[in-house]
């Protein structure tokens, strides 16, 4: 499969981008038909001729692929030779089985290319130096894709992995990064650390983080979600980017320095939104991020629902791209509660427990209640267990969602171990167990 990088396409007129993307689109429905058990097959079934496809409107033509089309034919979707295969990665499982995915050379050099771009549009130079925060093992792709980017960059790296705020403070204090990957959260466990052991963080090199796993910003008006708010209040002088990504997508979507909405890398994937019927949402309405790959050579995606929920903007941006954007996730499309008459997705949920300070750590619990309905349950961990204080988190979530979930009130260790299951690469916060 040709990879066709074009770093300077994100630039050109609308009109530009999507010539440029329905000539990749072309190359990838003539791969597909000529390399995918999977997509073949599909095809055939549904009497569809792959080189009819030419536009982007031709998609809607086309069956979706589900992640339960992953889990069960995973090994379909595979279009080389087993010995062309460098990489083995895995999804991370949090909407079911994990599904393992084959990265060729070709594929590992377009993942470096993804995140070289990334960073460039975060504002990164080759004169930065990048502390790896997250993990680059136990089959994780971005912690690799982090890793490949920054030295196509040319910066300097110093992989530190995730945890262990001591080992993170003595790297800032010997090699003076200037910037990070991280899951925003882990930013405040490095400030508690930081102010019991006297060090100045707001005085160290460290200036940006882009920040992975935790919506940053309102989906609707880009200002700081509680979180975001929280870590700037404590750390003005880190500038916050949010970064999203998937493995199935092989390609991240990041802020530029205006922090309205994630780019789209217009030269490696197509983006569609669409709603529970599949058709495409009103612009500026939320829909299922809908993805199909362009340039990559082992596993291709061609119409790919991954789930999750976004908005999509369109207009142009002040730094000059006229790629569209994504707002930070909404929720997942199956993680969505009817609960007491109210839709809600975890993200709003977890925005009210982030502005309580008094709470260490929460694990939102769902389940089908006697009369099969949803019903949610709030495990908190926190010193202040007083009738009072449940008082005030129930308010909270009147005020905020409308709805008051049932709270139960836990040792914040327990809570730890809930959100770290053996097998998990990241923190639990939400328990489906309809």
């Given at each position: 499969m040709k990879f066709t990088p074009d770093p300077q396409i994100q630039f050109a007129s609308p009109d530009r981008i999507k010539a440029f993307q329905e000539a990749r689109l072309a190359e990838t429905m003539q791969y597909l038909a000529e390399h995918?058990?999977?997509?073949?097959?599909?095809?055939?079934?549904?009497?569809?001729?792959?080189?009819?496809?030419?536009?982007?409107?031709?998609?809607?033509?086309?069956?979706?692929?589900?992640?339960?089309?992953?889990?069960?034919?995973?090994?379909?979707?595979?279009?080389?030779?087993?010995?062309?295969?460098?990489?083995?990665v895995t999804t991370s499982g949090t909407l079911g089985d994990p599904v393992t995915f084959a990265l060729t050379e070709a594929d590992l050099e377009r993942l470096a290319y993804n995140e070289w771009l990334s960073f460039s549009t975060a504002g990164c130079t080759r004169s930065d130096i990048m502390q790896l925060m997250t993990t680059i093992d136990r089959r994780f792709m971005a912690g690799l894709a982090y890793f490949l980017g920054a030295r196509k960059m040319g910066m300097g790296i110093v992989r530190v992995g995730n945890g262990i705020p001591?080992?993170?403070?003595?790297?800032?204090?010997?090699?003076?990064?200037?910037?990070?990957?991280?899951?925003?959260?882990?930013?405040?466990?490095?400030?508690?650390?930081?102010?019991?052991?006297?060090?100045?963080?707001?005085?160290?090199s460290l200036k940006k983080a882009i920040c992975i796993g935790e919506s940053l910003r309102d989906?609707?008006?880009?200002?700081?979600?509680?979180?975001?708010?929280?870590i700037h209040d404590v750390w003005p002088e880190l500038e916050l980017y949010s970064t999203y990504a998937s493995t199935e997508m092989q390609s991240s979507f990041t802020e530029c320095s205006a922090h309205n909405g994630g780019h789209v890398p217009v030269d490696l994937i197509i983006?569609?939104?669409?709603?529970?019927d599949g058709n495409p949402v009103v612009p500026g309405q939320p829909g299922e991020v809908t993805v199909t790959t362009l340039g990559v050579e082992a596993m291709p995606l061609l119409r790919f629902r991954t789930g999750d929920i976004c908005r999509m903007y369109t207009e142009p941006c002040q730094c000059g791209r006229n790629s569209a954007r994504l707002s930070s996730v909404i929720g997942r499309r199956s993680q969505m509660v009817k609960f007491k008459g109210t839709t809600l997705y975890p993200p709003a949920l977890f925005d009210v427990l982030d502005n309580i300070p008094e709470i260490t750590n929460y694990i939102v619990e769902v389940y089908t209640n006697d009369l099969g309905t949803d019903e949610v349950?709030?495990?908190?961990?926190?010193?202040?267990?007083?009738?009072?204080?449940?008082?005030?988190?129930?308010?909270?979530?009147?005020?905020?969602?409308?709805?008051?979930?049932?709270?139960?009130?836990?040792?914040?260790?327990?809570?730890?171990?809930?959100?770290?299951?053996?097998?998990?690469?990241?923190?639990?916060?939400f328990i489906d167990m309809r």
């Amino acid at each position: 499969m040709k990879f066709t990088p074009d770093p300077q396409i994100q630039f050109a007129s609308p009109d530009r981008i999507k010539a440029f993307q329905e000539a990749r689109l072309a190359e990838t429905m003539q791969y597909l038909a000529e390399h995918s058990p999977f997509y073949r097959r599909m095809f055939k079934d549904n009497s569809i001729d792959p080189l009819s496809i030419k536009k982007i409107e031709d998609l809607r033509k086309l069956p979706l692929t589900s992640k339960d089309d992953l889990q069960k034919f995973s090994n379909e979707f595979i279009c080389v030779e087993k010995d062309e295969i460098i990489d083995y990665v895995t999804t991370s499982g949090t909407l079911g089985d994990p599904v393992t995915f084959a990265l060729t050379e070709a594929d590992l050099e377009r993942l470096a290319y993804n995140e070289w771009l990334s960073f460039s549009t975060a504002g990164c130079t080759r004169s930065d130096i990048m502390q790896l925060m997250t993990t680059i093992d136990r089959r994780f792709m971005a912690g690799l894709a982090y890793f490949l980017g920054a030295r196509k960059m040319g910066m300097g790296i110093v992989r530190v992995g995730n945890g262990i705020p001591e080992l993170q403070w003595d790297t800032i204090r010997r090699i003076h990064p200037d910037c990070c990957m991280v899951v925003p959260s882990f930013l405040m466990k490095l400030v508690d650390y930081a102010s019991h052991n006297g060090i100045d963080w707001r005085g160290s090199s460290l200036k940006k983080a882009i920040c992975i796993g935790e919506s940053l910003r309102d989906a609707d008006t880009f200002a700081l979600s509680t979180l975001g708010q929280r870590i700037h209040d404590v750390w003005p002088e880190l500038e916050l980017y949010s970064t999203y990504a998937s493995t199935e997508m092989q390609s991240s979507f990041t802020e530029c320095s205006a922090h309205n909405g994630g780019h789209v890398p217009v030269d490696l994937i197509i983006v569609e939104l669409l709603d529970e019927d599949g058709n495409p949402v009103v612009p500026g309405q939320p829909g299922e991020v809908t993805v199909t790959t362009l340039g990559v050579e082992a596993m291709p995606l061609l119409r790919f629902r991954t789930g999750d929920i976004c908005r999509m903007y369109t207009e142009p941006c002040q730094c000059g791209r006229n790629s569209a954007r994504l707002s930070s996730v909404i929720g997942r499309r199956s993680q969505m509660v009817k609960f007491k008459g109210t839709t809600l997705y975890p993200p709003a949920l977890f925005d009210v427990l982030d502005n309580i300070p008094e709470i260490t750590n929460y694990i939102v619990e769902v389940y089908t209640n006697d009369l099969g309905t949803d019903e949610v349950l709030v495990r908190v961990g926190c010193d202040d267990q007083s009738d009072a204080f449940l008082k005030k988190i129930k308010d909270m979530f009147r005020a905020r969602v409308r709805v008051a979930p049932s709270v139960s009130f836990e040792k914040a260790e327990y809570i730890a171990k809930l959100q770290m299951p053996p097998m998990s690469r990241k923190a639990v916060k939400f328990i489906d167990m309809r």
